[in-house]
């Protein structure tokens, strides 16, 4: 009914970009948040970052200056550009939707799949 799909994960070298998209889709009234997380092998699933419906954004402090969040409300479509990327980014990253469906009056926490990013050094 709802699923979020993230696509933009890869191989890429330290310093280099990646951006990664993420899309909601089906019966979605409004979305209160979109955000990213990752987790690396060994670790807890951390947050990265997350944006509002306000527009209100939230960055991990491993990330700040170094990463970007957006957002296309139209697409229902969240964004995260990843510039400087280092080896210790390397994880699998979820995208994380907190939203409405038409019959539901309370958000509900939806996860993608994951795409995995590897920085090599």
């Known amino acids: 009914q709802v699923q979020l799909v993230e696509s933009g994960g890869g191989l890429v070298q330290a310093g280099g970009s990646l951006r990664l998209s993420c899309a909601a889709s089906?019966?979605?009234?409004?979305?209160?948040?979109m955000g990213w997380y990752r987790q690396a092998p060994g670790k807890q699933r951390e947050l990265v970052a997350v944006?509002?419906?306000?527009?209100?954004?939230n960055y991990a402090d491993s990330v700040k200056g170094r990463f970007t969040i957006s957002r296309d409300n139209a697409k229902k479509t969240v964004y995260l550009q990843m510039n400087s990327l280092k080896p210790e980014d390397t994880a699998v990253y979820y995208c994380?939707?907190?939203?409405?469906?038409?019959?539901?009056?309370?958000?509900?926490?939806?996860w993608g799949k994951g795409t995995l990013v590897t920085v090599s050094s």
């Open positions: 089906g019966s979605i009234f409004s979305i209160n948040a």
């Open positions: 994380n939707a907190n939203l409405q469906e038409y019959s539901i009056i309370s958000g509900i926490d939806y």
């Open positions: 944006i509002t419906n306000g527009g209100r954004i």
